[in-house]
């Protein structure tokens, strides 16, 4: 059996970085969430011209805020995409394998 140390060794570093990716992911997964539902409501009418010229500036100052931190902790776009294993990745699940839990697509009526 493998002894666990009593002491970690922990570079503050990595463990910035590490932890600048985790948050990173979490900010990354709420955009590309608000940007859907904004382009939701777009395509429904649902919002004034006025406001979704507010919602276009503030989803672009958004995107440039997150290529300035990716960049500070010196990680790529594909950095944050989280494999999450047999559900695929975090940030670009792959549209066909989307299943709900009983075993059919989410696509599937009904």
């Known amino acids: ?18 932890l600048g990716r ?8 709420i955009r590309q969430l608000m ?11 649902d919002l004034p011209d006025e406001k979704v010229e507010q919602l276009g500036l503030g989803l672009m100052k958004l995107d440039e805020a997150m290529t300035e931190l990716r960049e500070h902790f010196g990680l790529r776009p594909e ?3 989280i494999d999450l294993g047999p559900l695929g990745n975090l940030l670009t699940p792959d549209r066909d394998r ?5 075993g059919t697509r989410t696509d599937a009526p009904g």
């Open 1 to 18: 059996m493998t002894q666990v140390p009593e002491r970690l060794e922990l570079d503050p570093e990595s463990v910035g970085k590490g």
């Open 22 to 29: 985790l948050v990173l992911t979490l900010v990354e997964l």
């Open 35 to 45: 940007e859907r539902q904004a382009l939701r409501r777009v395509e429904e009418g």
């Open 79 to 81: 950095d944050l995409d």
């Open 98 to 102: 989307e299943r709900r839990v009983d």
